[in-house]
């Protein structure tokens, strides 16, 4: 049973960077895809970005310039960077394995509120 948990910090400050971590357990972060979504309050999910299983990154095109995923093998974890939060970059953020289905995700934590506030 693949199981997965986000861990970060619930407040930034405005022109802070966010830095998420996912543990993962029951899987290999370098056997899957695995990517990071977020949900604004009473808005829609939106997809923020995947790292593949070589390593590789793709990051949502309105994002790409702020963000930034890794991966640390020897942890068994992978991480977000999202710089330059402002206010709108409120949300719940969570990360999940990516089946390469669009919108196919077999797995995903329970997601961590992250409020960009001074």
């Known amino acids: 049973q693949v199981q997965l948990q986000e861990s970060g910090p619930g407040l930034v400050k405005p022109s802070q960077t966010l830095s998420l971590t996912c543990t993962i357990s029951?899987?290999?972060?370098?056997?899957?895809?695995w990517s990071w979504i977020r949900q604004p309050p009473g808005k829609g999910l939106e997809w923020i970005g995947v790292i593949a299983s070589d390593g590789n990154t793709y990051y949502s095109p309105s994002l790409k310039s702020r963000t930034s995923i890794s991966r640390d093998t020897s942890k068994n974890q992978f991480s977000l960077q999202l710089t330059s939060m402002t206010p709108e970059d409120t949300a719940l953020y969570y990360c999940a394995r990516d089946t390469g289905k669009p919108w196919y995700f077999d797995s995903g934590g329970q997601g961590t509120q992250v409020t960009v506030s001074s």
């Open positions: 029951g899987a290999l972060v370098s056997s899957s895809a």
